[in-house]
């Protein structure tokens, strides 16, 4: 462990260049607090030679479980004099492929050393178990999961980057195929007669790229004793989820669909979002995530309880989360806890047990 790490002054670790200043209350916030915390759970995990599970699909577009050290994850040592941990920031390379709203990512991973972006990460730390599972043996705990719009824009500027070029559009549009003939996308009724034909095309894409999948969503996992306020003993671990396994929260459980779902609308979104990248270079994002509503609010994309979650996140790490509570006192450093705005679950029970930092 890098000693120089404990700071007699309020910070987090890893974090030697970041855009909050963790000497100041207001970046301890519920908002700053749950993607900056995760961040430094990378770099501490890192410095452990632990391992987050890497949630991906093979060569049949199958959810697996890898394993995807801090390093790859970031695209750079989280650890590194030179990196840059920018938050709730554009990122600059995804920009080109769409028109519209500019989309701020939680997490932009920069190296100081060329000014460029690395990676660009959605941070969604969650609670273990949800009101879905707490009632199931504990080996059945799992998350719920909340995905913003936002990540739905980045999903597809991951996809058109993999595709980007002449050749690679071409590819992509022999994946995608026929375009359907729908006369008004804002009607549901026309769209859900094509949704099996748009996930079976969306399938094809993550068959061809899987190999060229990249990390898009951070999901950190904190474990209660049950519905009990307090926290297990091993508490703390980290997924990764792959930006072709987040398609996976959105597929159909069945073939015939007659009414659209959240889920099932963003699939929409990102097929209609490939069309409009292969005819003009560029999708709208705007319009299509405001014209293609379909009656429901824009405020989420979608969520997943834990009941509908753990299929896919359902491992030894989150039966039994690999970072002990008693570790919290070598990630929140400085008597950081004491700035803490107890507002949410996770902070408030940091906040409310001193004797984690004894």
């Known amino acids: 462990m890098d000693k120089e ?33 995760p961040a430094s759970l990378v770099a501490y995990m890192w410095a452990r030679s632990i391992e987050p599970v890497y949630v991906c699909v093979n060569a049949a577009n199958k959810v697996v479980h890898r394993s995807i050290s801090g390093k790859d994850l970031f695209g750079i040592d989280p650890l590194s004099d030179t990196l840059y941990y920018n938050f709730e920031a554009n990122y600059l390379p995804y920009e080109k492929y769409y028109v519209g709203k500019r989309e701020k990512i939680d997490l932009v991973l920069t190296d100081l050393s060329t000014d460029k972006a690395i990676r660009g990460l959605e941070i969604k730390l969650t609670a273990l178990p949800d009101n879905t599972t707490c009632g199931k043996p504990e080996d059945q705990f799992s998350c719920e999961i909340v995905v913003r719009p936002a990540s739905i824009c980045y999903l597809a ?20 195929g026929q375009f359907p003939n729908i006369k008004h996308w804002e009607d549901d009724e026309q769209v859900v007669v094509h949704l099996s034909d748009m996930f079976d095309a969306l399938d094809r894409v993550a068959r061809d790229m899987y190999r060229h999948q990249t990390p898009l969503m951070v999901q950190p996992v904190w474990k209660t004793n049950g519905k009990k306020p307090q ?35 963003c699939l929409v979104w990102i097929y209609r979002m ?52 008693d570790e919290i006192k070598n990630i929140i450093l400085g008597g950081g806890q004491n700035l803490l705005s107890p507002e949410r679950r996770f902070d408030a029970i940091i906040y409310n047990s001193p004797d984690l930092f004894a």
């Open 231 to 265: 926290l297990a003993d091993n508490c703390l671990d980290v997924f990764v989820w792959s930006n072709l396994a987040v398609l996976h929260m959105c597929r159909p459980d069945k073939r015939e669909v007659r009414k659209l779902s959240r889920p099932h609308r």
């Open 5 to 37: 790490q404990h700071s007699s002054l309020p910070g987090l670790f890893g974090q030697k260049h970041s855009s909050r200043d963790y000497t100041k209350a207001e970046f301890w916030g519920k908002n700053q607090f749950n993607s900056s915390f």
């Open 274 to 325: 490939l069309f409009e990248f292969l005819t003009y270079g560029q999708f709208n994002y705007d319009e299509t995530i405001n014209e293609l509503s379909y009656t429901t609010m824009n405020d989420k994309a979608f969520s997943i309880s834990g009941t509908m979650s753990y299929p896919l996140l359902k491992s030894p790490e989150l039966a039994c989360p690999r970072i002990r509570k």
């Open 157 to 176: 500027c991951s996809i058109c980057h993999c595709y980007d070029g002449s050749n690679g559009r071409r590819r992509l549009r022999d994946l995608l």
